[in-house]
């Protein structure tokens, strides 16, 4: 495993949710670190939060539509699953920093595959379920909120 290119990676990633914070509180209001809240930890599933709210953030360094889907590990599925059961008042987002905008998301709004995906350019191969969204489903942060009552409608294909 190469943990050079893994801390640069986890970098990346951490400067970049830190970069768009503001902006996601302008669409989402007041946000809080799930890794700074002792109950969920450092690697808990989601990355931001508050009371409406949980979002998942994964930092891209390509454009949105370099490939015909984006995806996120299977266990962040789950993971709203769960929360959606306690707090069924609760919307989720999964959401793509890419290298022209910030694209996301909501939680089983259409439909889906859950496949193999990763990557082993860092010496090891890193391979899980993942959930994978065709392209036509995601759209711009400043869309993901257009439907005011959420729907948690899923199709799993």
Known sequence: ???KKQRKDLSYGYKSENEIHNILEDEFG????????????????????????????????I??????????????????DEILKKCPHLRIFYLWRCMDGIYGWEHRSSEYEICKRGRCDRGKDEFD??????????????????????SNE????
């Open 1 to 3: 495993m190469d943990y």
């Open 30 to 61: 007041t946000l809080f670190k799930s890794s700074l809240n002792p109950e969920m930890g450092k690697y808990y599933e989601f990355d931001k939060y508050n009371q409406e709210y949980f979002i998942e953030i994964k930092s891209r360094r």
């Open 63 to 80: 454009p949105h539509d370099k490939y015909g889907t984006l995806f996120f590990g299977e266990n962040k599925l789950i993971k709203g």
């Open 129 to 150: 379920d993942c959930v994978n969204i065709k392209q036509k489903y995601i759209k711009p942060l400043k869309n993901l909120l257009d439907n005011i009552n959420g």
């Open 154 to 157: 899923q199709t799993k294909v």
